[in-house]
C-alpha cells in the first residue's frame, strides 16, 4: 500500500500520509500475529514430546511479548501517531536524535527471528519424527507440515531483510518481499493447519492414498 499511494517512498520524497501509517499499523499487527503463531506451535511441539511448557517455551515468551511490545511502540504508535518515521529521521539528519527508532525496530524483528527459528526448528523435529510413522495417516499429515516449517522459515528469514530495503529505500523490492513473504506465510500456515488439525476430507484422501501403496 505504502508502495504504491504512501509519500515516503516517492521521488523526490513526500510527507507521510495515511498509505504509510496504515503500512506501519500493519506492520506492527503483523509482528504481533507471527509470534502469537510461533509461540503456538512452538506449544504443540512441546506438549506432543513432554506433556508440558519448559524453560525454553517461557523464554520464548518473554522474547515474543519484547518483540510484540516494540513493534506495537513503534510501528503501531510513534510512527502514524507522532510521525517519527525512520527514513523522515534519516533524510532530516535527526536520526541520531530519536535513536529510540531503529533501536524499537531491531529488536522487534530480531526477537520475531529468534522465536520463529527457535519454534520453526522444533516443530520440525517434532514433524520429521512424525512423518516417518507407520500410519500412513500420521506420516502423511506431517510431511506437510514438515514442509510448511521450511516454507515458514524462509518467510522469516525474508523479513530479516525488511530493514535493510527500508533504509535503501527500494519501494519496488518492499512490494516484491511482501507479496512473497505473505504468499509464504498463508501456505506454510494451510501446510502446518492440513498437518496438525488433519481434517477429515484430508485424513481420508490420505488414509485412501496408503491404502492403494500397499
Known amino acids: ?13 513526500s510527507e507521510p500520509n495515511w498509505a504509510d501509517a496504515y503500512q ?3 506492520t506492527g499487527i503483523g509482528v504481533l500475529l507471527a509470534n502469537v503463531f510461533f509461540l503456538t506451535i512452538q506449544f504443540y511441539a512441546s ?16 522474547a515474543a511479548t519484547i518483540s ?27 536520526l541520531a536524535e530519536h535513536m529510540e527508532v531503529p533501536m524499537l525496530a531491531a529488536t522487534a524483528v530480531l526477537a520475531m527471528a529468534i522465536v520463529g527459528y527457535i519454534s520453526c526448528v522444533n516443530f520440525s ?10 500410519d500412513p495417516v500420521i506420516a502423511g499429515r506431517y ?13 522469516v528469514t525474508l523479513t530479516l531483510a525488511y530493514p535493510v530495503v527500508l533504509m535503501a529505500g527500494l519501494g519496488h523490492l518492499l512490494m516484491l518481499l511482501t507479496v512473497v513473504r505473505a504468499i509464504m506465510f498463508i501456505a ?3 501446510l502446518v493447519y492440513l498437518g496438525v488439525a488433519g481434517p477429515r476430507w484430508f485424513v481420508e484422501r490420505l488414509a485412501r492414498k496408503g491404502g492403494q501403496a500397499r
Open 188 to 190: 506454510a500456515s494451510i
Open 1 to 13: 500500500m505504502a508502495s504504491l499511494y504512501g509519500g515516503l517512498l516517492r521521488v523526490p520524497m
Open 125 to 134: 523435529l517434532l514433524s520429521r519424527r512424525l512423518s516417518m510413522s507407520a
Open 24 to 26: 506501519a499499523i500493519a
Open 68 to 94: 510484540s511490545v516494540a513493534a506495537l511502540t513503534l510501528w503501531g504508535f510513534l510512527e502514524p501517531v507522532h510521525g517519527v518515521y525512520m527514513r523522515v529521521l534519516e533524510a532530516r539528519g535527526l
Open 143 to 155: 510431511g506437510y507440515a514438515l514442509w510448511g516449517m521450511v516454507l515458514m522459515a524462509l518467510a
Open 47 to 62: 506438549l506432543t514430546r513432554s506433556g508440558r511448557l519448559g524453560a525454553l517455551d517461557k523464554g520464548l515468551v518473554v
